[in-house]
Structures are given as structure tokens and as C-alpha cells.
Nanobody, 125 residues
């Protein structure tokens, strides 16, 4: 079992940056692949970025080159650095965790077992 708590959301103008954090507690953090998802009003939740236990990363096409996912196993934390934000990035952002093989980046939300409560990101034009 692992508990996830996101932080770092807020409001920013287009072109700005935000850094989201997800703090994990419970079982050994380095046994989990981690991911970030987002859900905009009226839309389904979608994959944003994922990181494997070994540090391999994967990104949605919409955010590649602008967002960077990273993990700090010593602090049991995963981060999402978001640069060049656009109004279409507005959504609730969720952190997720799943036990996985070391090199696997998990991109499908239905494969994740644990979820945080979400943090709101609002980008104005």
C-alpha cells in the first residue's frame, strides 16, 4: 500500500511554469513505476508522463519537450516540471503508482493501483 499526496498546483499565465510534486508514503517507493495524469472539465483523464523504477521516461505527445518527469527515491517523491504552459494544459493533475518491472514506463491509467487526490492547474491566456 502507498499513499500519494500532490502539491504545487496553481494559476499561471500562458508561457509560464509550474512544478508539481507527489510525495509517497508506505511501501518502498523504488518498487513503483510512477505516472502523472490529468483531467480537464468534460474530458476523460489522460496520460501526461511516466517514469519507470530505473528512471526511463515517457510523455504524451501534447507535452513532450515542455514537461519533464523526475523521481527522487531517497525522498520518495516524483516531480513534474511544466514549462511553456498553454491554456489547454488546464486540468486537475493526478499522481499514480503501480508495482512494475524496473524498466517499464506505464502509460495506461487502468494499470495503476494507487492515486493521489489531484491538484488543480489553471493556465490563463
Amino acid at each position: 500500500q502507498v499513499q500519494l499526496v500532490e502539491s504545487g498546483g496553481g494559476s499561471v499565465q500562458a508561457g509560464g511554469s509550474l512544478r508539481l510534486s507527489c510525495a509517497a508514503s508506505g511501501r518502498a517507493f523504488n518498487s513503483y513505476a510512477m505516472g502523472w495524469f490529468r483531467q480537464a472539465p468534460g474530458k476523460e483523464r489522460e496520460f501526461v508522463a511516466g517514469i519507470s523504477r530505473s528512471g526511463s521516461t515517457g510523455y504524451a505527445v501534447a507535452v513532450k519537450g515542455r514537461f519533464t518527469i523526475s523521481r527522487d527515491n531517497a525522498k520518495a517523491t516524483v516531480h513534474l516540471q511544466m514549462n511553456s504552459l498553454k491554456p489547454e494544459d488546464t486540468a486537475v493533475y493526478y499522481c499514480a503508482a503501480v508495482s512494475a518491472f524496473p524498466t517499464v514506463v506505464v502509460t495506461t491509467q487502468y494499470n495503476y493501483d494507487y492515486w493521489g487526490q489531484g491538484t488543480q492547474v489553471t493556465v490563463s491566456s
